[in-house]
T-cell receptor, first 121, second 117 residues
């Protein structure tokens, strides 16, 4: 089946530093990847849509200069949290939408990564 | 704008009992509907989805959900709960294919299911 990986799974960083999170589709191509943030005991909130080869589209209220997204290939998107602060501590989850080549039963299915737990001290 | 409401942040059932998790949505046009399960510190796993066709959708692990347009609901059920079903469940909606927002999921608040022996 389609697998999405995230690296790292957990990261602890100091306030003011930057952290990069990778999201990879392992056995399919994804023209679109989505980045979500989940605070403790809350639901997932879409942060941005990452499109291969173009600029990401950010949801209202998400600072594009703080959350840098790069989608340089059909299998990799990265989220960089710049100048991290304790309030950025959260669970970051990516999802990748299958490009659709008839292999899967439902074209353009969306698959989720296991998440990255970011703690800023 | 679309929104999702899950009634009950916590549901507790006994092993073997019926599981019913409620989900209502708000959308100008019927969207695509999804149920996901999340185990602690893990990502989301798709249980089932409704796009078109039969309104009763069967998913993995014995779960099913019925799309009721008149009630704008997509409740999740399982006839007999198992201990391994204990997790958090999220209902989500997505615009239908063809629009610029296709694929963007809006999630409900989540329902934590506890299963007692």
């Amino acid at each position: 089946g389609a697998v999405v990986s995230q690296h790292p799974s957990r990261v602890i960083c100091k306030s003011g530093t930057s952290v990069k999170i990778e999201c990879r589709s392992l056995d399919f191509q994804a023209t679109t990847m989505f980045w979500y943030r989940q605070f403790p005991k809350q639901s997932l909130m879409l942060m941005a849509t990452s499109n291969e080869g173009s600029k990401a589209t950010y949801e209202q209220g998400v600072e594009k200069d703080k959350f840098l997204i790069n989608h340089a290939s059909l299998t990799l998107s990265t989220l960089t949290v710049t100048s991290a602060h304790p309030e950025d501590s959260s669970f970051y989850i990516c999802s990748a939408r299958d490009r659709g080549n008839g292999r899967t039963g439902f074209r353009r299915e969306q698959y989720f990564g296991p998440g990255t737990r970011l703690t800023v001290t | 704008a679309q929104s999702v409401t899950q009634l009950g942040s916590h549901v507790s059932v006994s092993e073997g009992a019926l599981v019913l998790l409620r989900c209502n949505y708000s959308s100008s046009v019927p969207p695509y509907l999804f149920w996901y399960v999340q185990y602690p510190n893990q990502g989301l796993q798709l249980l089932l989805k409704y796009t078109t066709g039969a309104t009763l959708v069967k998913g993995i692990n014995g779960f099913e959900a019925e799309f009721k347009k008149s009630e704008t609901s997509f409740h999740l059920t399982k006839p007999s709960a198992h201990m391994s079903d204990a997790a958090e469940y999220f209902c989500a909606v997505s615009p239908i294919a063809g629009g610029t927002s296709y694929g963007k999921l809006t999630f409900g608040q989540g329902t934590i299911l506890t299963v007692h022996p």
